[in-house]
């Protein structure tokens, strides 16, 4: 044995020496012949091959073969049917080059050496290889390079901290648990290969589809490219062009998918630790809510819940009773969430280590037997989540849970982490994708993933007609399919609030629309003013949870004092209130792959001073959220777009198009309403629920193109896949004579909680002459200082005019 791996060493040595000789990376060198087929062209070169598929006249997919074959593989993260949809690709050829041209793209592709450009239909370049960096290849690595124009910006690439902007930095993909990461820590938990490109409000994006350890340089190695490359696995991406970046997002998530709708408790405010423990002490936790009338939906058990860290499994000397705790707490409007990470003890007499030894289900060495890490449980084994059969099996494990009306699991650790120095599992594992075996090189980045989808369909299964909520901590692209995600083991520190706005932003950008950081920082104990500032801007976090660690000050948000509860409680209820936007904002996440935390360039992208702003940030498409993000500053500045704005807290107008010097006192954080909105809001609850009691509120904020939406239905279950649902627009037109509101009428059969509607519509500082009502003056509206409140109109689900006449006609 020991000769002959001793052989095989000194044989690769002879080898990669006689390759270093003859200078190992080579390109595919010149174009030779192409054929071409519908919507595709297969080009030949002196050493490989290209496919450059048209999947849409704006998604185009180009793969390599260096060594002549295409690899067979299926993604893990491309959707087969994506785009279906007939696509043209019409070729034409020149001596020097082909070029290919769909109704908005052109590609060309020089023939020496073989290389690629992006280009619009007029001619202009989106992005290009250059003649003297040709894509190269040795052994299984390869790398490409683009030109990196000067005023080109990169984002996504899924939870990498630092700027927004990724310029001038290089980033690793290798999913990595990192406890107490920092501002310059990479890798992180997410592999997301993708950026999008925006230059002068031009966009484009690149799916770099492709597990293995990757990594993407923009402007390290040198000024002017940037560039990415991998350890193995195929050379495949897709080139997508916007020229909008919400485009280029819609196109990235119809190929690897959205978040499904959420249930709507997952929008409320969540309380975690590690650990409440024992029962008695989650039971204080949620009656203090109630007792303080404090809104939450969710409690987590981290993994102290369990016997001597075993997944699946109850400490009943601290948790006893928790079949009724669980229930109790339900009847409170809690929904309990558990961890449940993927590490299975290796021990023999526990029952999910038993089963899935007997099958054969875990992670292998080479030799074929167990594979065995340490890590919370000691020695622990791994299911191996890309078989199928694992994955079914892995979510029956979860039946009791879901028996006893646990609403959601959280998958941490699922990097996978193992206590080790290397951090996870030896590269040489063996894994079987469906009876193809493979080793860890290619599945360690999608290994979180898989575990995802397999709690997510097994819950799924268990309660088919119940919306899943899973939470985890690693991801690769298209895993929002499966679960939300939040950015790991964060620092209770300013730092981290400030960094916490452009990592969620890039998440959103790469697809994923569901993503949260621990409120408050998981490490150290932020002091009152910091949880407090961090409890107000957690309320425009698409997931608001409040978690801490071990051994670190409490942090609910009573704990400092009545003065900190009061501001905590007001953005807490401020959430509940806004409930209606967020839910509709979800739902158009789930439909298009918008995320609801945005950053400014995606709702501004002509405006060249927002290009790179990572301070600031969009709440759906209609508040701009500025919050105070250093501790040492007495003021700073917020940029408003161009336009009007309204003041989310007074009402009152704010202009747009300059920088507003804001110094807000510990109880606000500045929250924007783009004018032209039309936010509907809901009256306070305390979980949801609760049915709300009192009219739907619209919140007009006059302005051009002025809107808003509705989307309702059950919040928990799939009924709304069978057209259980309701949905409302709203619009408003402004004139000299005044304002006029339009109701439409309802579409879908869903009937809401709400009977009547009331109306604010600021931007009105004089009494109006009168109002009226469908055509007839109406009586019930007063006018407030920069408002006019019209209550009293009764919804039956026909449409509605109101108009607020300003002078009499
Ligand atoms: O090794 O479950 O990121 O949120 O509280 C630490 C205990 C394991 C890491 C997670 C954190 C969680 C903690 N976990």
């Known amino acids: 044995m020991l000769v002959l791996r001793n052989a095989v060493i000194v044989v690769s040595i002879l080898l990669s020496q006689q390759l270093l000789a003859e200078s190992p990376w080579h390109s595919l060198g010149d174009f030779v012949r192409v054929e071409e087929h519908a919507n595709q062209v297969e080009l030949t070169a002196q050493s490989g091959k290209v496919r450059i598929i048209a999947l849409a006249p704006d998604v185009v997919r180009v793969t390599y073969a260096p060594g002549g074959a295409f ?43 073989l290389r690629i450009t992006f280009l619009d239909t007029d001619g202009k370049i989106l992005s290009q290889e250059r003649a003297d960096h040709p894509a190269v290849f040795n052994g299984t690595e390869f790398r490409v390079w683009n030109t990196m124009p000067d005023d080109e910006h990169y984002f996504g690439l899924g939870d990498k901290t630092g700027p927004l902007d990724h310029r001038d930095l290089a980033f690793t993909n290798w999913n990595s648990d990192m ?99 024992p029962e008695s002490q989650v039971r204080e936790i949620a009656a203090e809510f109630r007792k303080r009338n404090i809104p939450a939906d969710v409690i987590y058990l981290d993994i102290d819940y369990q016997q001597d860290n075993r997944p699946f499994t109850v400490n009943r000397e601290r948790f006893p009773t928790i079949e009724k705790m669980v229930k109790d707490l339900r009847e409170e409007g809690f929904k309990l969430i558990t961890i449940t990470d993927l590490h299975l003890a290796h ?71 193992v206590f080790v120095p290397s951090k996870t599992a030896p590269i040489d594992v063996v894994h079987n994708v469906e009876g193809r075996k493979t080793d860890h090189r290619e599945i360690h980045n999608v290994f979180g993933m898989q575990n995802a989808r397999a709690t997510y369909e097994g819950m799924l299964k268990l309660k088919p007609n119940l919306r899943p909520f899973v939470l985890t901590r690693a991801a690769y692209a298209g895993t929002q399919r499966y679960a939300a995600t939040w950015t790991g083991d964060n620092t209770a520190s300013w730092n981290h609030l ?36 961090w409890m107000e801007l957690g309320a425009f976090n698409p997931i608001y949870r409040n978690h801490a660690n071990k051994g670190t000050r409490f942090r609910e948000p009573w704990v400092d004092g009545p003065e900190h509860e009061r501001i905590r409680k007001r953005y807490i209820e401020t959430r509940y209130r806004l409930l209606p936007y967020i839910y509709t904002g979800i739902e158009e996440s789930s439909r298009t792959g918008l995320p609801l935390l945005r950053p400014m360039f995606l709702e501004f992208p002509d405006d060249e001073s927002l290009a790179t702003n990572g301070e600031e940030f969009m709440f759906g498409s209609n508040l701009l959220v500025a919050p105070k993000v250093w501790p040492f500053t007495d003021g ?39 004018a032209g909105s039309i936010l509907p809001q ?22 051009p193109q002025c809107g808003g939406d509705l989307y309702m239905d059950d919040g928990d279950t799939l009924a709304y896949q069978h057209g259980e649902s309701l949905r409302l627009h709203f619009s408003c037109s402004v004139s000299p004579s005044g304002v006029q509101i339009n109701v439409a009428a309802a579409q879908g059969p869903y009937q809401p909680w709400f009977k009547d509607l009331q109306i604010l519509v600021y931007g009105v500082t004089v009494k109006p002459a009168s109002v009226e009502l469908d055509g007839k003056p109406t009586s019930t509206w007063s006018q407030e200082a920069n408002a006019t409140s019209i209550s009293g109109i009764t919804w039956t689900g026909q449409a509605h005019a109101i108009r607020v006449n300003l002078s009499a006609n």
């Open 71 to 113: 690899a067979a593989n299926q993604s893990f993260a491309a959707l087969p049917n994506a785009f279906s949809a007939a696509t043209q690709l019409r070729v034409s050829k020149t001596d020097a080059a082909l070029e290919l041209r769909t109704d908005q793209l052109a590609i060309r592709v020089d023939k020496s050496p």
């Open 179 to 277: 406890f107490g990461w920092q501002e310059s820590t990479d890798p992180l938990y997410k592999t997301i290969p993708f950026f999008l490109a925006m230059r002068r409000g031009v966009a484009y994006g690149l799916f770099f589809d492709n597990t293995y350890r990757s990594n993407f340089d923009f402007g390290k190695e040198a000024r002017d490219l940037y560039s990415f490359g991998s350890d193995g696995g195929a050379l495949d991406y897709y080139f997508f062009y916007g020229p909008g970046p919400k485009r280029v997002i819609e196109q990235f998530t119809q190929l690897v998918g959205r978040t499904p709708l959420p249930p709507l408790f997952a929008l409320g405010y969540q309380q975690c630790r590690y650990s409440y423990y």
């Open 347 to 417: 021990a023999h007499g526990y029952r999910p280590y038993d089963e899935g030894s007997k099958k054969g289900y875990f992670i292998k060495n080479p030799n074929g037997s167990e594979y065995v890490g340490k890590v919370w449980p000691g020695d622990s084994v791994f299911p191996d989540f890309t078989r199928k059969e694992v994955r079914e099996w892995w979510g029956t494990l979860y039946t009791d849970f879901i028996k006893m009306g646990i609403r959601g699991f959280w998958n941490d650790m699922n990097e996978p982490s």
């Open 498 to 533: 400030r960094l916490s706005i452009p990592q969620l932003a890039n998440l959103g950008v790469s697809g994923y629309a569901f993503v949260g950081a621990d409120i408050g920082g998981f490490n150290g104990s932020p002091t009152p003013e910091l949880l407090t500032r």
């Open 636 to 674: 700073y500045t917020v940029t408003l777009p161009k336009g009007d704005w309204y003041d989310y807290w007074t009402g009152n107008r704010v202009d747009g198009g300059k920088a507003l010097q804001v110094d807000p006192p510990l109880d606000t954080l500045p929250v924007y309403v783009r």
């Open 682 to 703: 809901q009256p306070l609850i305390q979980h949801v629920g609760e049915t709300p009691s009192g009219p739907l509120e619209l919140r007009v904020y006059p302005g």
